[in-house]
Structure formats: C-alpha cells, structure tokens
C-alpha cells in the first residue's frame, strides 16, 4: 500500500494510493477496450479484456485488469484526460495463480469529480516494455457534505437461458444504452455470470430467424473447475459494449445463484447428471474465488457491504446466498434460520439505524414479495405464497422490516433483479398481515441478457401491490424479442427527491415514479 502525501496532491492535482487485490489460471482470449494493435514487440504484455472499476467512494476506488502473461500492474490517475501531471501507481504482479488478474486500490481521491484512469502491463523479464495501455473514466462519490445530483442504473442477469454473444443481433447492446445515461455507477443485483447455463452454437428463434451465439470452451458446458468459472467472466468481457460500459462507469456487484449454480444453497448435494463434482460447497469455492478475481470487487470481508455515496444515499449490498437455509416448503417456525443469517442480519439493522443518507438503498438480490420457486415443493425466495403472518425466511425480514421502523429509520428502497422482467412493488402494512412496519418500495429489473420471464405471483404477507409490470408473453423469450430491461435512478441533489425510471433494453422508459425526500422521524 502505498499513501501520498499533501504535496502530491498539489503536485498532481489528486492523491492516490496503491494496494493489490489479486486471486486467480486459465486463458480464454479476446480483445480489450481499446484493442492493440495486431503486431507487438516480443514479450510484450496485452490488456485482453480491458479496464473496470468498482466500489467507488468518495476517495477510493478499485481498478482491474487482465494480461496475457505475467507482469506488473501499472496505473495513472488524473483530473484530465491528457493524464498530464497524473500520478503513477505500482501494482500487483500479475501471474498464473490468479488467471493474471490484478485489482489496484486508488485512495485520497477527490470527492465528487470525474477522473481518468490508465493502465499498463509491464514485463518482467524486461523493464520497461510494457502493454498498449487501456483507459477508463471513474466518478467518485460525492463528500459527506457536499450535496449533487446522483445517477445510477441496476440490473442483474446476464448471458442466461443459453443467449449468448450473437454478433448478429448486436450484441449486448443494452450496456451501450446504459452508458449512454450517463450514471455514476452500476449496480449489478446478481447473476453476473450463468456458470450453469451452456450455450450452443445456434438457436432458431419462434419467427425463424437463427440466433448464433459465440462460444468458448469453458461456455460449452456447466462450469465446475476453476479454469470454467473463470471462462464465464471472461467470456461476457468478449462484448464489446459491455467492455465499452465496463471501462466508463464504476460497478458494485452481488452475486446471486447462477454465479454457481441454479437455485443453490450451502451444503446442497446436486442430482444432476451434467456434474461431475455436486458438492455445492466445493463448487461454491471455486465461483467465489473467479467471482473476485474477474470483477472489480473488494476481496476482504463479506460479501455484504455499504456503500456511501453522499449525505443523500447510502448503498447496503447484500448477500442472500452465503448463509443462506435449504429451500425446502419456506413454512417454518425458526428465527435463527433465513438467507442473511444472524452476522449479517445484525449489520444490516445497526447499520440502517446509524445510516444518516436521506435514502437507504438495499440491492437485494432476491425479491421479498415474489414467490420464486423452486420446483413443485420447495422455495427458493423469501416467500411462499401463503398471505399469512410472517414464516420461515419472512421472520427474518420482518425483523429487519420491525426494527428498523421503532427505529424511525425513513428512505429504506429495495433493488433487485432475479426474475427476469422489470416491476414496481410497494408495500403497504394497511394490505398487509403484519403491521409492523414502514411502507416501501422495491424495485425490479433485468434481464440484462437473457430469456425473460413471469411475471410471477405476489405473497400477501408485507402487503406488497404491483403497481407496474413489463413481462414476455412467454417463458424464455429470447433477447431479440425485448423485455430486456434495467433501472435507472436519480437523486436530485437539491430536493433529495429519489426518481426511478424503468426502462427497456433501449433506454425507453417504460414508468416513472418520484419519491419525495422522506420526513425524518423524530
């Protein structure tokens, strides 16, 4: 780790500090960002699959990268696109044990600006000789006392129900139209990759058209080595516009069950004859350790995590996946069991109890009010369509959901992803079998790149209603036939009004709601 000092600061117009996040082995190939040029001196290193960045705060921010052979990280950070008066960073050295992946921790940034960022590769063998660099742009959070407008957009489920990459049909293109709002970062709710979703070569679609995907190894079958959950990652950065996204706009990602497959739990034993290994728990090591190594995502701590961005948002990711009970009927008695577990459902209560942002973001990855099962006799979710007082993981939320309301806490808005078409929910203790709590609104959207669904039926417990909803006509519908979807929400910085706009793949909007700031509760 490397601190600067005031004097670097004034020397080149922001501070940066440098530290390694880095775990890691296979190759799959592809061009980065900013491609290099075909011909390259020998022992040269390549930046493959460009440049992110993720976790921004007001003064600190991950950066990644990825080379095609071992060497050091190297980063500028500037105020200007010139990178003149930037600051140099050394990072990690990039090597087969963590599929030459490197993350640098950029520290003492300014607060609220837009700011450049540049990486390299060096070689080992001889210094000096470094990568073609990539560059990207990064928009750190505003200070705790400096009030602005904020931007940002959500969506989850990504290169699922065997849609992958088909150049024919453009691509993931539902990245360029989230870049082109603009925001200031991306919440992506889950399912980041679908390591249990291989893809073929073609498709016919209903109309007759042929969807041609593109296919790598690894995404040729369900994922069970490390190198495979690695491949997944890798595969996705192929796209262009999601490279082009990844390079402008800082991520904050949760993963969700397709991260390791379908629906899983802890200690679940697989009957699935397309694995070899069904251990649950070993699978879920593997995906862990790609999922940090390919994603712009802290590798200490847990998973679940707040953000803050400002005095008008705080960001509490969530991690419903790590500790989460068997899926089994969803009836029972038992407080102690639920998807947060007792760590984490703490955190999450102390934490909106001290929260002082004007509007509490929660990035659920599973839906509180949408009965999502899974098969005919167990549940994979939160509810389980009975409309009656709180059971099994419903115990669990209607503890958060009691405490935090005897608490006074007000702006508490739920994001999430996971079903796969885009509503609005609010939740109204009036409609619901427990009064016990402060109404809200939870937000859904996605897929971002994958077969849409639902939508799916409502449990009356918290009183959820469903004011919009944008669903396919049937299941699996195919990325070029629509219902793709993402979120986009704005703060205003003068009236804390909070705005969400459901949009499609696009960027039309499909609905608009205004939240008003919330009255703080004596």
Same mark, same amino acid.
């Given at each position: 780790m490397t601190e600067l000092d005031?004097?670097?600061l004034l020397r080149a117009g922001l501070v940066a500090g440098a530290g390694a996040g880095v775990a890691g082995g296979a190759l799959l190939g592809g061009a980065g960002a900013n491609a290099a040029p075909a011909w390259r001196p020998a022992g040269r290193p390549t930046l493959t699959h460009g440049v992110q960045s993720g976790d921004v705060t007001a003064d600190s921010a991950?950066?990644?990268?990825?080379? #095609? &052979?071992?060497?050091?990280?190297?980063?500028?950070v500037s105020r200007r696109p010139d990178f003149r008066g930037a600051r140099h960073l050394r990072g990690p050295v990039l090597g087969a044990d963590c599929d030459f992946t490197g993350k640098v921790r950029l520290r003492g940034l300014p607060d609220g600006e837009r700011l450049h960022y540049r990486v390299r590769v060096e070689s080992l063998e001889r210094h000096g000789l470094a990568s073609e660099p990539l560059t990207g742009t990064l928009t750190t959070a505003p200070g705790r006392h400096r009030r602005r407008d904020v931007k940002f957009v959500w969506t989850g489920d990504i290169v699922g129900q065997g849609w992958g990459i088909a150049p024919d049909f453009g691509g993931m293109s539902i990245f360029r139209a989230m870049r082109e709002t603009r925001p200031d970062f991306f919440l992506c709710s889950g399912d980041t990759v679908y390591a249990d979703g291989p893809l073929v070569e073609s498709v016919t679609l209903p #109309?007759?058209?042929?969807?041609?995907?593109?296919?790598?190894?690894?995404?040729s079958k369900v994922a069970e080595t490390l190198a495979e959950y690695r491949g997944q990652f890798a595969y996705n950065l192929l796209d262009r516009h999601l490279r082009e996204f990844a390079a402008d706009v800082p991520q904050i990602n949760q993963w969700d069950d397709h991260e390791v497959t379908n629906n899983w739990y802890p200690g679940e034993i697989l009957d699935d004859p397309r694995y070899t290994e069904r251990r649950v728990d070993v699978l879920a090591v593997r995906a862990r350790h790609a999922f940090h190594e390919w994603l712009p995502v802290p590798d200490d701590g847990p998973l679940y995590r707040r953000i803050p961005y400002g005095p008008t948002l705080d960001v509490f990711v969530l991690d419903m996946r790590t500790h989460k009970d068997p899926n089994d009927g969803n009836t029972y008695a038992d407080p102690k069991r639920g998807l947060l577990g007792r760590e984490q459902r703490e955190w999450l209560i102390r934490e909106l109890k001290r929260s002082k942002a004007t509007w509490k973001v929660i990035a659920n990855d599973l839906p509180i009010g949408v009965v999502v099962p899974d098969g005919p006799n167990a549940q994979e979710g939160v509810? /389980?369509? #009975?409309?009656?007082?709180?059971?099994? &993981?419903?115990?669990?939320?209607?503890?958060?959901?009691?405490?935090?309301? &005897?608490?006074?806490?007000?702006?508490?808005?739920f994001l999430t992803a996971d079903v796969h078409y885009t509503a609005a929910h609010h939740y109204d203790p009036s409609?619901?079998?427990?009064? #016990?709590?402060?109404?809200?609104?939870?937000f859904v959207s996605g897929p971002a790149h994958a077969g849409a669904f639902g939508p799916n039926a409502l449990d009356g417990t918290f009183g959820p209603q469903a004011v919009f909803v944008h669903a396919p006509p049937r299941a699996?519908?195919?990325?070029?036939?629509?219902? /793709?979807?993402?979120?986009?929400?704005?703060i205003n910085g003068e009236s804390e009004a909070l705005t969400v706009h459901l949009k499609d793949r696009d960027g039309a909007t499909l609905w608009t709601k205004t939240l008003p700031a919330p009255t703080r509760r004596p």
């Open positions: 005031r004097r670097t991950l950066v990644w990268t990825r080379a #095609d &052979r071992p060497g050091r990280m190297l980063v500028e #109309d007759g058209r042929i969807w041609r995907n593109l296919v790598t190894a690894e995404k509810a /389980q369509g #009975d409309p009656g007082a709180p059971a099994g &993981r419903e115990l669990e939320f209607a503890e958060v959901l009691r405490a935090t309301h &005897r608490a006074g806490v007000t702006g508490m808005v409609r619901a079998a427990v009064g #016990d709590f402060t109404p809200f609104w939870e699996n519908t195919s990325p070029a036939e629509g219902f /793709q979807h993402f979120g986009e929400v704005t």
